[in-house]
Nanobody, 115 residues
Framework: VQLVESGGGLVQPGGSLRLSCAASGFTFSRYVMSWYRQTPGKERELVAH????????NYADSVKGRFTISRDNAKNTVDLQMNSLKAEDTAVYYCKAQWRLAAYWGQGTQVTVSS
């Protein structure tokens, strides 16, 4: 099982980034996919999740209207489009796959929002 995030980096406030998570080794289309983020000294927090068929999404209040989660079950990928980025969005972003009791995490990708 592998979840590999990409797309992180340094961006100025107000800018955009698109994170991608490539999955392999499991039946991707069964799994709810989520993006989490974590900053030093804080617990990992849920940013967004999307149901297995992509019919429903949910977002943290702090990112509603700015972030969009999407998935492609044919390509086994889940993306997070992040617009109007703020300094407080700086964190390591993680991809998570969950189905029943099975849960897998990626290694994370750093997003830094700074001028």
């Amino acid at each position: 099982v592998q979840l590999v995030e990409s797309g992180g980096g340094l961006v100025q406030p107000g800018g955009s980034l698109r994170l991608s998570c490539a999955a392999s080794g499991f039946t991707f289309s069964r799994y709810v996919m989520s993006w989490y983020r974590q900053t030093p000294g804080k617990e990992r927090e849920l940013v967004a999740h999307i149901t297995s068929a992509g019919g429903s999404t949910n977002y943290a209040d702090s990112v509603k209207g700015r972030f969009t989660i999407s998935r492609d079950n044919a390509k086994n990928t889940v993306d997070l489009q992040m617009n109007s980025l703020k300094a407080e969005d700086t964190a390591v972003y993680y991809c998570k796959a969950q189905w029943r009791l099975a849960a897998y995490w990626g290694q994370g990708t750093q997003v830094t929002v700074s001028s």
